[in-house]
């Protein structure tokens, strides 16, 4: 699978991947100290939904469009408003034209002290991003590959801070470079926050990745799903897991209030659900 963010920004994965992103910044933010987020996969940064590869999937019709237009409840619009707000304040006109990515809904939420390490190895990909944060001083944009970046970067010098993994799932051995570079940075720094996001299409290789985490001793592992339909390696992505080391206390309860409610707005038919599962304990 194929999965370079600029064909797909905006969609069900990008629904589940934000939300739990923005919350987990709010949450880091309880505390006055800086933090840092490293991004692995950082892609452009943000995105011109009426660009060609928008139109060519339109993918964010069924995400963030159907989110936007359903009626929220309360409880629900004040989890997702960290990241609604950032959609809502890039669409000053209403419509939907642009759609933030992981480092645009992040440098919107950070405060004055806190930073950010955007890697991409695209060349591309790269030039866009970096000239979109040019200039920017709590922003360091660096081509590399993500696997090094977490290997060359962390521990980083605020000693508080995130790390969020999505990488574009091009190769087959895409789980297996992510369960390794995580435990190998687990290791040097075992106090951060990881953040790891996949599609749900290879079960046997997610249960290996959560198996092996056990076999390094992680702790404090949470999985989160969410699935629109029925997904498998025959179907286009319909749903879409987020695997978290050491995630905030709140963030379980948090999302088995709104994984029912997107589970609703975003069903595509049999086999839509979700599940929030702490796969070893602190």
Not at 48 to 58: I, N, P, R, V, Y
Not at 182 to 198: E, F, Q
Not at 245 to 265: G, K, Q, S
Request: hydrophobic share 40%; charged share 25%.
């Amino acid at each position: 699978m194929n999965y370079r963010h600029a064909y797909h920004a905006g969609n069900i994965g990008d629904v589940l991947k934000h939300t739990v992103l923005a919350r987990l910044i709010v949450y880091l933010q309880r505390k006055d100290k800086a933090f840092r987020l490293l991004d692995t996969h950082a892609g452009i940064g943000q995105y011109d939904l009426a660009s060609e590869e928008m139109q060519k999937t339109g993918e964010w019709r069924d995400g963030v469009a159907r989110i936007l237009a359903a009626g929220m409840p309360e409880p629900i619009s004040e989890l997702l408003d960290p990241w609604i707000s950032v959609v809502n304040a890039m669409n000053p006109g209403g419509d939907l034209r642009v759609y933030p990515g992981s480092p645009s809904l992040a440098r919107h939420l950070l405060r004055k002290n806190d930073r950010m390490t955007l890697t991409e190895l695209h060349p591309e990909d790269f030039k866009t991003l970096s000239e979109r944060f040019s200039g920017d001083h709590q922003v360091k944009t660096i081509h590399l590959d993500g696997w090094l970046a977490m290997g060359s970067f962390l521990p980083p010098k605020e000693k508080r801070g995130l790390v969020l993994i999505d990488p574009a799932f091009e190769v087959t051995d895409e789980f297996e470079q992510m369960t390794n570079a995580v435990v190998r940075s687990w290791k040097k720094w075992t106090g951060g926050t990881y953040a790891m996001w996949y599609p749900l299409k290879d079960a046997r290789a997610i249960r290996r990745m959560h198996d092996q985490f056990g076999e390094a001793g992680l702790r404090d592992v949470l999985s989160i799903e969410l699935k629109v339909g029925k997904s498998g390696p025959d179907t286009r992505m319909l749903g879409s897991g987020m695997t978290l080391i050491n995630p905030p206390y709140t963030l379980a309860a948090e999302m088995r209030e709104i994984l029912p409610w997107f589970c609703d707005v975003l069903h595509q038919g049999p086999g839509a659900g979700w599940d929030v599962t702490q796969l070893i304990g602190e």
